[in-house]
């Protein structure tokens, strides 16, 4: 709505201007008027074409904004893959890492259980 209203104010603006800047030449009732009639004709078909062009950017901004959508989905359903393959091929050396931190541990415990035996024993 507000590019609409921007759109009627930059038309309205400009013509205004036109008929002002018109209107202050010096010239004779028969030039200003042909000047007018010439200006209004050139602004008419300059609003044809600022309608022609408008419409051809509104369908280009649909379409961009459709490929867009659709660039996104396909990048998030690629990264979703990606993801996923990743967690199949690390389960296996997570499960790795795991049995091995579990084995560290278990030879920690023996090691200070193997401490305070021998500490016991000194005593």
Do not use: C
């Amino acid at each position: 709505m507000n590019k609409k209203i921007f759109s009627y104010g930059l038309l309205v603006g400009a013509a205004a201007g036109a008929v002002s800047a018109l209107l202050s030449a010096p010239s004779s009732g028969r030039d200003l008027r042909e000047q007018l009639q010439h200006s209004a004709e050139e602004w008419l078909e300059m609003v044809k074409d600022m309608k022609v062009n408008v419409v051809n950017l509104k369908d280009s901004v649909a379409k961009l904004s459709a490929e867009g959508k659709e660039t996104i989905l396909q990048l998030t359903a690629d990264i979703k893959e990606i993801v996923q393959q990743w967690q199949m091929e690390s389960k296996p050396i997570k499960e790795q890492l795991d049995k091995e931190i579990a084995e560290i541990q278990r030879t920690i415990e023996e090691l200070e259980s193997e401490i305070r035996s021998t500490d016991k024993t000194e005593q």
